[in-house]
């Protein structure tokens, strides 16, 4: 899709965009919000806020209401951290997914692509950062020349999808509004990398970060900063105020439709409508349509409750299908809200990952062993835990693709994932764990009863109702489960470390991947999938940490990703594909249990172009993001 030299969504923008001068209808509105600033002379009009070229968007083309300007939305998270969700739904970005997971300028104007290797990225002259300074090719070049290639705010140097066969682009800026990247070596991933839930942020606002930067600030200015803040160093400054994922710093400027409000950690963060953001629809109002969101930091336990007392106007995150039939009552009740029930997109629901690389020599050389990890998969009674924990409503089966990818074969479901006990006991025997003591237990090689901890984040109860049946399935045939919830944080550190013996988690984020869909999550690139985090850390520093991958399957999962990378036709790319996942059908890397379960929901009875039928997605999707909440309204214009 992206090998020849093209320019077709570039193209497709160009229907999407239109000039100021030549949109048609009223003149732009200005937004009440912001009204008092205009007047008092604070903010120019939108008019001379908006690009020379915003993106113009049609609803009606897209089967959505026009909506008005204004109001508050309430939603929750659980953690502090997590206000970083207003980047993930706001989900800007200079390439973006639409809801066919199709790539679409967004904050590009357009962009074109060379064969893979040479990628040119047009801007919109006269866009603006939130704070009112340009956007221009500078805050690229300041990313790439004074971040990502200085060791001191960059230790490991430019992100991986930076590198092309072990190489960096040649980078240039010709213009204010062109940047251009150039490889020797195909890097078909790079577009695709750029509309991530959680962006690479390949850019900076330049003008605001440079009075932190050694290179730019006085040394006198830069010392009382560093004093001020408490740290040791100007890049330890620098890295402090360069947070434009984690969205902390309420004085960073940003591009997304929502900007931090807020100062340091509250109970609640508010965020107010971007003035200069990028988007219009086509009756020329500025998006976002909303005004504010608010965001209440909660207990985990309470998210169900407080969305049953009508306190969220747009809920998802913290729920899961237990909650349903409370969220059913709140709506009887009268609370003011509808429950939808999304798709989800994650390979699976729940997933045990077995770590190939964990410390203990004999466990390591255990769980190494195939026919091991097919028995446990085949001792787990999947259908008795969809009927006693999802109603039946999920699809239990191994972990692969869902159908509405290209690649999804039912066989792979079905592989290894059928209720078979006396497999299992045969299997466990031929890897040499015949051996039981007096309670059943089987011994392994050492001796020791073969107790299996598996550990969890301890944030989903469905989780642990799951292990709990699986505790008796894998009893007998001989398997100790021991579950042991956990921080996420330590969880990972521990898996990471090679001190967890297995873990649980989702399946693969991107349950729904297309042709030109990276397979790297297939292959052993990243310590984050559980099952090999020494082989992923490998590959991640080019092998100044971690282990080399040292088994056959994993070896040849790499050299079908390089065959991806290197393929000139979606023929080639399918064929890597499909090798891949029938790897990981036979290998049982990550033990699926069930996929599909509906994700609710709760969606205001005034909040519109909601849409009832979605799927809620971290990878590719951003959860709400690509479903554009900009574009969501109050219908009275007040939340």
Same mark, same amino acid.
């Given at each position: 899709?992206?090998?020849?030299?093209?320019?077709?969504?570039?193209?497709?923008?160009?229907?999407?965009?239109?000039?100021?001068?030549?949109?048609?209808?009223?003149?732009?509105?200005?937004?009440?919000?912001?009204?008092?600033?205009?007047?008092?002379?604070?903010?120019?009009?939108?008019?001379?806020?908006?690009?020379?070229?915003?993106?113009?968007?049609?609803?009606?083309?897209?089967?959505?209401?026009?909506?008005?300007?204004?109001?508050?939305?309430?939603?929750?998270?659980?953690? $502090?951290?997590?206000?970083?969700?207003?980047?993930?739904?706001?989900?800007?970005?200079?390439?973006?997914?639409?809801?066919?997971?199709?790539?679409?300028?967004?904050?590009?104007?357009?962009?074109?692509?060379?064969?893979?290797?040479?990628?040119?990225?047009?801007?919109?002259?006269?866009?603006?950062?939130?704070?009112?300074?340009?956007?221009?090719?500078?805050?690229?070049?300041?990313?790439?020349?004074? =971040?990502?290639?200085?060791?001191?705010?960059?230790?490991?140097?430019?992100?991986?999808?930076?590198?092309?066969?072990?190489?960096?682009?040649?980078?240039?800026?010709? &213009?204010? %509004?062109?940047?251009?990247?150039?490889?020797?070596?195909?890097?078909?991933?790079?577009?695709?990398?750029?509309?991530?839930?959680?962006?690479?942020?390949?850019?900076?606002?330049?003008?605001?970060?440079?009075?932190?930067?050694?290179?730019?600030?006085?040394?006198?200015?830069?010392?009382?900063?560093?004093?001020?803040?408490?740290?040791?160093?100007?890049?330890?400054?620098?890295?402090?105020?360069?947070?434009?994922?984690?969205?902390?710093?309420?004085?960073?400027?940003?591009?997304?439709?929502?900007?931090?409000?807020?100062?340091?950690?509250?109970?609640?963060?508010?965020?107010?409508?971007?003035?200069?953001?990028?988007?219009?629809? $086509?009756?020329?109002?500025?998006?976002?349509?909303? &005004?504010?969101?608010?965001?209440?930091?909660?207990?985990?336990?309470?998210?169900?409750?407080? $969305?049953?007392?009508?306190?969220?106007?747009?809920?998802?995150?913290?729920?899961?299908?237990?909650?349903?039939? =409370?969220?059913?009552?709140?709506?009887?009740?009268?609370?003011?809200?509808?429950?939808?029930?999304?798709?989800?997109?994650?390979?699976?629901?729940?997933?045990?990952?077995?770590?190939?690389?964990?410390?203990?020599?004999?466990?390591?050389?255990?769980?190494?062993?195939?026919?091991?990890?097919?028995?446990?998969?085949?001792? =787990?009674?999947?259908?008795? =835990?969809?009927?006693?924990?999802?109603?039946?409503?999920?699809?239990?089966?191994?972990? %692969?693709?869902?159908?509405?990818?290209?690649?999804?074969?039912?066989?792979?479901?079905?592989?290894?994932?059928?209720?078979?006990?006396?497999?299992?006991?045969?299997?466990?025997?031929?890897?040499?764990?015949?051996?039981?003591?007096?309670?059943?237990?089987?011994?392994?090689?050492?001796?020791?009863?073969?107790?299996?901890?598996?550990?969890?984040?301890?944030?989903?109860?469905?989780?642990?109702?799951?292990?709990?049946?699986?505790?008796? &399935?894998?009893?007998?045939?001989?398997?100790?489960?021991?579950?042991?919830?956990?921080?996420?944080?330590?969880?990972?550190?521990?898996?990471?470390?090679?001190?967890?013996?297995?873990?649980?988690?989702?399946?693969?984020?991107?349950?729904?991947?297309?042709?030109?869909?990276?397979?790297?999550?297939?292959?052993?690139?990243?310590?984050?999938?559980?099952?090999?985090?020494?082989?992923?850390?490998?590959?991640?520093?080019?092998?100044?940490?971690?282990?080399?991958?040292?088994?056959?399957?994993?070896?040849?999962?790499?050299?079908?990703?390089?065959?991806?990378?290197?393929?000139?036709?979606?023929?080639?790319?399918?064929?890597?594909?499909?090798?891949?996942?029938?790897?990981?059908?036979?290998?049982?890397?990550?033990?699926?249990?069930?996929?599909?379960?509906?994700?609710?929901?709760?969606?205001?009875?005034?909040?519109?172009?909601?849409?009832?039928?979605?799927?809620?997605?971290?990878?590719?999707?951003?959860?709400?993001?690509?479903?554009?909440?900009?574009?969501?309204?109050?219908?009275?214009?007040?939340?």
């Amino acid at each position: 899709m992206f090998n020849a030299r093209n320019s077709i969504l570039a193209l497709a923008a160009t229907l999407l965009l239109t000039p100021l001068s030549s949109l048609a209808g009223p003149a732009f509105v200005e937004s009440a919000f912001w009204q008092d600033e205009v007047n008092s002379g604070n903010m120019p009009p939108v008019t001379e806020r908006l690009p020379q070229s915003p993106l113009v968007v049609d609803l009606a083309a897209k089967g959505r209401d026009f909506g008005v300007q204004g109001g508050t939305l309430n939603t929750m998270v659980t953690r $502090s951290k997590d206000i970083r969700q207003m980047v993930v739904y706001g989900y800007a970005r200079l390439v973006g997914y639409d809801t066919q997971y199709l790539l679409q300028p967004d904050i590009l104007l357009g962009f074109e692509n060379e064969g893979n290797r040479r990628y040119t990225l047009n801007l919109r002259p006269g866009h603006r950062w939130s704070s009112g300074d340009p956007f221009t090719s500078a805050d690229f070049e300041y990313w790439w020349q004074d =971040i990502a290639q200085n060791p001191l705010l960059s230790p490991a140097g430019p992100p991986d999808f930076m590198y092309a066969e072990g190489a960096l682009p040649q980078v240039s800026f010709p &213009d204010a %509004t062109t940047v251009i990247y150039e490889w020797d070596a195909p890097n078909p991933q790079f577009l695709q990398n750029l509309a991530q839930a959680r962006p690479p942020f390949i850019y900076r606002p330049a003008n605001y970060l440079k009075q932190f930067h050694a290179d730019y600030a006085s040394a006198e200015a830069l010392a009382e900063e560093v004093d001020y803040a408490r740290v040791k160093s100007w890049a330890a400054l620098h890295n402090k105020y360069d947070n434009m994922y984690k969205f902390d710093n309420h004085e960073l400027p940003t591009l997304q439709p929502w900007i931090n409000a807020t100062a340091g950690k509250k109970i609640r963060h508010q965020f107010v409508r971007n003035p200069y953001y990028h988007r219009v629809d $086509s009756k020329g109002v500025q998006l976002p349509y909303i &005004d504010t969101v608010e965001m209440e930091i909660v207990a985990a336990g309470l998210v169900a409750a407080k $969305s049953n007392a009508g306190e969220a106007d747009l809920q998802a995150r913290g729920l899961g299908f237990r909650d349903i039939p =409370i969220l059913r009552k709140g709506e009887t009740d009268g609370a003011g809200y509808k429950t939808f029930l999304w798709g989800t997109g994650a390979a699976s629901q729940i997933a045990i990952y077995p770590n190939l690389n964990v410390a203990d020599p004999v466990w390591r050389n255990v769980l190494r062993d195939v026919r091991v990890r097919r028995a446990l998969s085949v001792s =787990i009674n999947r259908a008795a =835990i969809n009927r006693a924990l999802f109603f039946k409503l999920a699809k239990p089966g191994a972990m %692969t693709v869902l159908e509405q990818s290209p690649f999804f074969d039912p066989e792979m479901r079905k592989a290894w994932a059928s209720f078979d006990p006396e497999l299992a006991n045969r299997l466990l025997d031929e890897a040499g764990l015949g051996e039981k003591d007096g309670y059943g237990i089987r011994r392994l090689p050492d001796g020791r009863p073969m107790e299996l901890v598996v550990e969890t984040a301890g944030e989903r109860q469905e989780v642990e109702n799951a292990l709990q049946i699986i505790t008796d &399935d894998w009893n007998d045939v001989g398997v100790k489960l021991i579950m042991r919830p956990l921080d996420r944080d330590i969880l990972r550190n521990r898996v990471f470390s090679g001190s967890s013996m297995a873990s649980v988690w989702y399946g693969w984020d991107n349950g729904l991947p297309q042709n030109y869909t990276s397979p790297a999550y297939l292959a052993p690139t990243d310590q984050v999938f559980l099952a090999w985090p020494k082989w992923g850390q490998y590959y991640q520093t080019a092998g100044a940490a971690g282990e080399a991958p040292d088994m056959a399957p994993a070896q040849r999962l790499m050299e079908l990703m390089h065959d991806w990378e290197n393929a000139t036709d979606d023929a080639g790319r399918a064929a890597a594909w499909h090798e891949m996942l029938k790897i990981h059908a036979d290998q049982v890397y990550g033990i699926g249990i069930v996929s599909a379960a509906p994700q609710p929901v709760v969606v205001s009875d005034r909040l519109r172009n909601v849409p009832e039928k979605a799927i809620w997605a971290w990878e590719p999707g951003a959860h709400f993001g690509i479903y554009r909440p900009d574009e969501f309204f109050f219908e009275d214009g007040q939340g």
